[in-house]
């Protein structure tokens, strides 16, 4: 673990709003599992990935019967392409990928979850606050034009995994999908700032998780999932109280969420690099304060992704963070022209986000505007 900082010796200070701080962290209790999660880092690429690139062959298409595990399996390794596309900042050329895997086995659940999760993605980059301290503290409208077609494919995924839990299909791995789509679920309520509902979603899920780790103890994405839900749940204790009372939320553990999400980093599957994130928000918050820990895994994820200003925006705010202003500037600087002349949605929400953190620090500065 880095070196701790003490919060007054830097730049910009974190903001924590007591209860509603607390009530945006549990919102993100769930920012879990299916989050969008990333291929292992000798697979990450250094560009972003040709639409394309992962296309479902046909004998995979056409595999019938008992061969569930094998074609899960090829599945999966196109869901990789899919997801490193989504963290190298293309969630739309990120759905094409999983819809090829949707046509290719339309039983499965794999493609409809992580169409979730892209279009969860681009909700969070479109309407999120995504540079101030509180990188969680997303939700500037209460709606967004994403929103029934999220629900479509996270409900379609629940039905089917849980159809192929029920026919005795691969159980295990059926049961962290649909505790997947949960967390995905527990996500999507979080942005809205809808509490119960999120904590709600975030019990299923580690009832789901913890199945299907029984089942099968080899399934490693499970614990990107854990890992949040123990951190959370044991470091907010005044909302977390209530929801206990309410709902019966067992209790977290904020040293077993880090070495759960640490776990996912090393051994998951589709999380790795989605577990690093969620690392590094931990890392950044007042009370673990490892500020230069927290650098690290964000600019590891910008040097796999780079063509994802998301990476390069949370790295300028740490290195400011750290007494750094010149270096954090300059990324911002650097994300705010990548991104000029994008006619991307996500594109140009990331370009609003560069001009804005740089307004914070130069108001009297136009930036190109």
């Not at 003490?6 to 962290?25: E, H, L, Q, T």
């Not at 089917?160 to 999908?177: C, F, G, I, P, S």
């Not at 963070?321 to 600087?333: I, P, S």
């Amino acid at each position: 673990m880095g070196r701790s900082y003490p919060a007054s010796s830097f730049r910009v200070p974190i903001s924590m709003k007591s209860m509603r701080d607390n009530r945006r962290w549990l919102g993100i209790v769930l920012l879990i599992v299916a989050s969008s999660a990333a291929a292992p880092a000798a697979e990450s690429p250094r560009a972003r990935p040709s639409r394309l690139a992962g296309r479902v062959p046909l004998a995979v298409a056409q595999t019938q019967g008992p061969e569930a595990a094998p074609r899960d399996a090829e599945l999966r390794e196109t869901a990789r392409r899919g997801i490193a596309a989504l963290m190298n900042g293309d969630p739309d050329g990120a759905i094409e990928i999983f819809q090829q895997i949707q046509k290719a086995d339309p039983q499965s659940p794999l493609g409809y979850l992580f169409e979730a999760d892209a279009t969860w993605w681009t909700i969070y980059l479109t309407t999120g606050n995504l540079v101030d301290p509180d990188v969680f503290d997303v939700a500037r409208s209460s709606t967004s034009p994403y929103d029934s077609h999220f629900e479509d494919m996270v409900n379609a995924a629940i039905r089917k995994a849980n159809a192929r839990v029920h026919a005795h299909q691969d159980e295990a791995r059926n049961y962290l999908y649909e505790g997947m789509a949960y967390g995905l679920k527990g996500r999507f309520y979080g942005l809205r700032d809808n509490d119960l509902p999120t904590a709600r979603a975030g019990k299923k899920m580690r009832a789901l998780l913890l199945t299907a780790l029984k089942m099968d103890p080899s399934l490693e994405d499970a614990y990107l999932g854990l890992g949040i839900y123990n951190y959370f749940v044991d470091t907010l204790p005044t909302i977390v109280k209530m929801l206990k009372f309410l709902i019966g939320l067992p209790a977290g553990g904020r040293e077993l969420g880090l070495e759960q999400l640490r776990r996912a980093t090393d051994k998951g599957d589709l999380v790795r690099d989605e577990a690093k994130f969620y690392l590094a928000k931990d890392f950044s918050r007042r009370s673990e304060a490892e500020f230069d820990e927290s650098l690290e895994l964000f600019q590891q994820l910008a040097h796999a992704y780079p063509d994802n200003m998301l990476w390069t925006l949370l790295s300028g705010s740490l290195e400011i963070r750290l007494g750094r202003a010149e270096q954090g500037e300059d990324l911002y600087r650097e994300a705010l022209a990548k991104t000029a002349r994008t006619k991307s949605e996500v594109g140009q929400a990331l370009h609003r986000e560069a001009r804005k953190a740089l307004l914070r620090r130069h108001p009297n500065d136009r930036f190109g505007d």
